[in-house]
Nanobody
């Protein structure tokens, strides 16, 4: 059974930082492409960042320079370090695993950046 569990979401003031973590089980983590998506109320879901099996990273324009994605294959975890948070970053953040031609999603963690 595949399971993704996110943690680290919180309420912070604009300009603050948060570190989200996602722990995966039930997959061969080291070969999966891991992604962070977010969805704000009334808005479409958007890709924030991803990291391939070989460590190649990709960021959305809104995240570039402020967010860093990293993986630890020994712990089956992928983190998202977020700096200089803005109210526009407020959303539910989901971790996903692209593995064996399927996408698996975690339930999400709420991030709120207040102005």
């Amino acid at each position: 059974q595949v399971q993704l569990v996110e943690s680290g979401g919180n309420l912070v003031q604009a300009g603050g930082s948060l570190r989200l973590a996602c722990e995966a089980s039930g997959i061969i983590f080291r070969v999966a492409t891991m992604r962070w998506f977010r969805q704000a109320p009334g808005k479409q879901r958007e890709l924030v960042a991803d990291i391939t099996r070989d460590g190649t990273t990709n960021y959305a324009t809104a995240a570039n320079g402020r967010f860093t994605i990293a993986r630890d294959n020994g712990k089956n975890t992928v983190d998202l370090q977020m700096m200089s948070l803005e109210p526009e970053d407020t959303a539910v953040y989901h971790c996903t695993a692209d593995f064996a031609v399927q996408d698996y999603w975690g339930p999400g963690t709420q991030v709120t950046a207040s102005s």
